[in-house]
């Protein structure tokens, strides 16, 4: 299936994704967001990355918030810095991350997204890249396997499917929720509770016809 560009979802998206399919469809359906410290440095990191002039260096052009787009996976963005070596090697997209690095993949999928749309709109392949975070300050190596290429384009799949949809699903509470800076908007323990206090009751009500059930047809 290809998509028009008028289709196309952010491919940041992908990251939102990975972490949480609710704070997904809260940031791209509900258009819902909440800054705090931890995002405000990703995105100063970013325009720090994005916002600087290209360049060349060692026989390498650098380019800076190159714009991406992929027809067959339904995706667009921009890249913080693609580099081009000039002896006509595959390009090398480089993305920049606060911190260190993740427990999950997210980090990785969001790369191999525009590793994806470079190959399409450039016609090559792309076997690696790298991600540069701001705590080690050195890159990481990531490597463009058939799994990781499988996964993110899967993940491509779903995010299309949630937008049609147009549904946000409900909230779960884990470890990881207070990390979200839409902790406060999503509210997942006290919705978690609730949900299971009805879940509780809907069982109970259940058991409660089923016995019924079972006892009327006891022979006397």
Known sequence: MGYTEDNLLPLSGLQHLVF????????????????????????????????????????????????????????????????????????????YKRGKPKADDCDEVQLCAQALCLEEMLHVTIAEGALYYGKPRRRTPVFFDAELRARTESLAVRMQSLYQEQRTPPAIFKKNCKQCSLFELCQPETVSKQRSAAEFLQRSIRQAISSVGVESETPE
């Open 20 to 95: 949480c399919e609710r704070q997904w469809a809260l940031i791209h359906i509900e258009q819902q967001w909440e800054e705090n410290r931890l995002t405000a440095e990703g995105r100063l990191m970013h325009a720090k990355a994005d916002e600087g002039p290209d360049e060349t260096r060692d026989g390498v052009r650098h380019v800076r918030g190159l714009a991406l787009r992929s027809l067959r996976l339904g995706i667009s963005g921009r890249a913080d810095v693609v580099e081009f070596p000039k002896d006509g090697s595959p390009p090398f997209p480089v993305e």
